[in-house]
Antibody, heavy 119, light 113 residues
Framework: QVQLVESGGGLVKPGGSLRLSCAASGFTFSDYYMSWIRQAPGKGLEWISYIRPSGSGTYYADSVKGRFTISRDNVETSVYLQMNSLRVEDTAVYYC????????????WGQGALVTVSS | DIVMTQSPDSLAVSLGERATINCKSSQSVLYSSDNKNYLAWYQQKPGQPPKLLFYWASTRESGVPDRFSGSGSGTDFTLTISSLQAEDVAVYYCQHYYNIPWTFGQGTRVEIK
């Protein structure tokens, strides 16, 4: 069955860096767009990035552009989010999600990784 | 950016009654090339990740009960729960994926009256 497992969350000081990983299994990883979405405590969902199946195209929300970098390893079947210059407002649960094929939405989500940015 | 606005922010419905959630986009999410609306609905229960309910506005994801339905086109969309069950208590989000950036509505909390 499809599984997405995030890791790498934790507490970091403002201005610091963190790298999230999302290990995928149960499907042909190299066939799918992958995305990161975050949810601040008690708030709604915010899409922040996605990456094409080959890794050749990456897209970002303005709120993270220039600070966050999405990447993937189709051999390791993992997607990553490198987060630099972290701000207090980046505190959130970060979910990785698979975009379904064709015109589908985000059809599988991980359980999320909590990132807390605080001094 | 396309702004997604849901209404109401919350609603309380009796068990077995109908619940209706609206979602309005600030511009059309209907792709003329394939005549499909790039609009999805998600359900999020406490402590869980979101779950995809519908894509293309009205195509039900596998395993979603048929008491849930999605409708609408262009800029106005609706998620309907025809007969609310206790397990439907959740926050529901609409999301467009018409262009970048993808954006979500603010969410609608559904509770039992």
């Amino acid at each position: 069955q499809v599984q997405l497992v995030e890791s790498g969350g934790g507490l970091v000081k403002p201005g610091g860096s963190l790298r999230l990983s999302c290990a995928a299994s149960g499907f042909t990883f190299s066939d799918y767009y992958m995305s990161w979405i975050r949810q601040a405590p008690g708030k709604g969902l915010e899409w922040i990035s996605y990456i094409r199946p080959s890794g050749s195209g990456t897209y970002y929300a303005d709120s993270v552009k220039g600070r966050f970098t999405i990447s993937r390893d189709n051999v390791e079947t993992s997607v990553y989010l490198q987060m630099n210059s972290l701000r207090v407002e980046d505190t959130a649960v970060y979910y990785c999600a698979r975009k379904g094929q064709g015109g589908s939405g985000l059809d599988y989500w991980g359980q999320g990784a909590l990132v807390t940015v605080s001094s | 950016d396309i702004v997604m606005t849901q209404s109401p922010d919350s609603l309380a419905v009796s068990l077995g009654e109908r619940a209706t959630i609206n979602c309005k986009s600030s511009q059309s999410v209907l792709y003329s090339s394939d005549n499909k609306n790039y609009l999805a609905w998600y359900q999020q229960k406490p402590g869980q990740p979101p779950k995809l309910l519908f894509y293309w506005a009205s195509t039900r994801e596998s395993g979603v009960p048929d008491r849930f339905s999605g409708s609408g086109s262009g800029t106005d969309f609706t998620l309907t729960i025809s007969s609310l069950q206790a397990e439907d208590v959740a926050v529901y989000y609409c999301q467009h994926y018409y262009n970048i950036p993808w954006t979500f509505g603010q969410g609608t909390r559904v509770e039992i009256k």
